[in-house]
């Protein structure tokens, strides 16, 4: 598959020392890609924060008027699942249609030609940059998404349920293996959402309208590639677990 | 005769199930100067990147220094990329770089491949390489613009620019997509000037693919008319006139004088040639409401004639597409002045 052979390109590239050259774009990237989904994900993880503690804690009072277990199971549900996940889609959308845009446009302006002619390999001068900075960046926003909705739906429980701060941020629940499937969830999101946008904007034909076309077809495979991958690392370390 | 320094031969692309370049046969020889003609979407831009190795043929190859493109690895591609200047139909300027960084990539790019300089030796090619872009620069009337971003250019100063890094690196085959396009006449001729002047004589060769006939006539040695991805008429200027097809001497007369773009607009007011006049005077047409005509020099006369003739014209439509001028076949003595501004035009009720 096209996307695979891109991503293989991708790190041989980086190995022969791509980032170091391409510093400059890459630092501009990382700027880029923070800029453009930092206020998006905080809105989207702290309203989803709220909603879900609201929600949860609506349902717990009926069965079992007993809140102490929704703050630390929340936060590991968070940190294993929803924080990198929403963060994922919120890249993939926003970022992602960015990158298919940026290039699919270089592509019809005949800029990836010139780049080509020049020597200069456009995996190389464009994909590097952006597939590094998305990984770095989704990684520090996922983290950063997690604590903005465990810190909302605090919020919540404190004010609405009036839970003590202290029995709602509780790590009890959280364990090792949930850390690291976040971060691992995060991870891949960061190196599939830039090679699936990539491909689709290195794909452009045909004018402006094809810009149109891949940025679409960036966004859908991306947020795909989110969906397919957080079932199956969701799966692995759940077997992992079962392993144990 | 020398060995060519691009050869095509057989050359097919397809595009899905279009055929868009169909059995090109091309060759140029050091020093020549090769013009390509022919009507939008003809496949000019692709065969200029198939030519410059940048899309692959379905079928038949392209050599270039007698290297088959297909048969060569990145190294030995990027060696002989080297030596390929082009001037992209869309400017292809990086927007991410500024003037003075995208005039000096090429030159930078082959550094990087042979000298890993450091300090002195390294701060010395970088002001030879600013050195050069500024010179660059100056020739296409636009100094001082090194720190500008392609965003903020005209359309016709990116033509410049695109122009200053296609030459920079003083290659040896120099590819030109539609320089003129969109520019004023000045600028133009200018363009023309510079491509004649940079053209790599003893070394190379330069292919123009234009829609300015008149600026071409003189500084091309050979034409090449595409159409619908063939080679409809290939020659110098002498054969193009003597030349019987309607459609060459639509190109070579005074068609090809829509100049500018593929896009240019329909319905653009546009000065008539004598041609078009002539025919009109034949009858050929019905008569036509209004119409305007500003004749010019040795036809100004006959011009004037015909103006009392087509008092009540209503409407005029001007056509795209040469071929169906109903008139460019017909015989005239009176060719039109190169510097004359003509189109054409059928008239219409
Ligand atoms: N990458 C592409 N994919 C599909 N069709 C293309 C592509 N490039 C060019 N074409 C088609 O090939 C034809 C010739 O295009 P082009 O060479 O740009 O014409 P022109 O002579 O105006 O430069 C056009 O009909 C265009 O739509
Ligand atoms: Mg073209």
């Avoid at chain 2, 006939?213 to 063939?230: A, E, S």
């Avoid at chain 2, 193009?240 to 240019?264: E, H, I, P, Q």
Wanted: proline share 5%; with cysteine; charged share 20%.
């Amino acid at each position: 598959m096209a996307a695979l052979r891109l991503f293989r390109d991708t790190w041989r590239w980086t190995f022969r020392g791509s980032l170091r050259r391409q510093s400059g774009p890459f630092a501009r990237q990382l700027y880029e890609v923070g800029n453009r989904s930092v206020v998006f994900i905080t809105v989207t993880l702290g309203v989803l924060g709220m909603i879900s503690v609201f929600q949860v804690l609506i349902q717990v009072e009926r069965i079992l008027p007993e809140f102490s277990v929704v703050g630390p199971a929340f936060i590991q549900t968070m940190v294993r699942e929803f924080a990198p996940t929403i963060a994922g889609l919120m890249i993939a959308t926003r970022v992602g249609s960015g990158i298919a845009a940026e290039i699919g446009s270089m592509v019809v302006t005949e800029q990836v030609d010139a780049l080509r002619l020049c020597n200069a390999d456009p995996i190389d001068y464009l994909v590097v940059p952006r597939f590094w900075a998305c990984v770095i960046q989704t990684v520090l926003l996922s983290v950063y998404g997690g604590l903005v909705g465990v810190c909302a739906g605090a919020v919540v429980a404190h004010y609405a349920w009036e839970i003590p701060w202290g029995t709602f941020f509780s790590l009890n629940l959280v364990g090792y293996s949930d850390v690291t499937s976040g971060l691992w969830k995060a991870a891949a999101y960061g190196m599939a959402i830039p090679i699936a946008a990539s491909q689709a904007g290195l794909e452009t034909s045909g004018g402006s309208e094809g810009v149109g076309t891949a940025t679409t077809r960036a966004v859908v495979n991306a947020s795909f590639c989110v969906v397919v991958l957080d079932f199956i690392i969701s799966g692995l370390s759940f077997m992992l677990l079962l392993g144990k | 005769m020398t060995a060519p320094i691009l050869a095509a031969q057989g050359l097919s692309k397809c595009f899905g199930s279009r055929k868009v370049i169909d059995g090109v046969e091309l060759n140029a020889s050091r020093g020549e100067i090769v013009g390509i003609v022919g009507p939008g979407g003809a496949g000019k831009t692709v065969l200029l990147k198939l030519l410059a190795g940048l899309i692959t043929p379905d079928e038949g190859t392209v050599h270039a220094f007698g290297n088959d493109f297909a048969g060569l690895d990145a190294d030995q591609r990027a060696a002989v990329w080297e030596r390929f200047g082009v001037l992209f139909q869309n400017y292809a300027l990086f927007d991410f770089m500024t003037v003075g960084e995208n005039i000096g990539f090429p030159l930078e790019q082959r550094r990087r491949g042979d000298e890993v300089g450091k300090g002195a030796a390294a701060a010395a090619r970088s002001a030879e390489i600013a050195s050069r872009v500024a010179v660059r620069l100056r020739e296409v009337d636009l100094p001082g613009t090194q720190h500008l971003y392609p965003n903020e250019l005209s359309g016709g100063m990116k033509k410049r620019v695109a122009l200053a890094r296609a030459t920079i690196a003083d290659a040896d085959v120099l590819l030109y997509d539609d320089p003129t396009a969109g520019l004023d006449p000045v600028t133009s001729s200018k363009i023309f000037a510079l491509i004649e002047r940079l053209h790599p004589v003893r070394t190379g060769i330069t292919v123009v693919v234009s829609h300015d006939i008149d600026r071409m006539l003189p500084v091309c040695q050979r034409f090449i008319l595409l159409d619908k991805g063939r080679i409809r008429f290939e020659g110098d200027r002498a054969a193009a006139d003597r030349s019987t097809d309607k459609m060459v001497r639509t190109f070579f007369d005074s068609s090809a004088r829509l100049s500018g773009s593929d896009k240019t607009p329909i319905g653009v007011h546009r000065q008539f040639s004598s041609i078009e006049l002539l025919s009109l005077k034949g009858g050929r047409c019905s008569p036509p409401s209004s119409l305007e005509y500003a004749p010019s020099g040795a036809q100004s006369k006959q011009g004037g004639g015909l103006r009392r003739k087509l008092r009540g014209v209503r409407s005029i439509s001007i056509l795209s597409d040469p071929l169906s001028e109903p008139t460019a076949d017909e015989p005239t003595a009176d060719e039109p002045t190169a510097d004359e501004p003509t189109a054409a035009s059928r008239v219409s009720r």
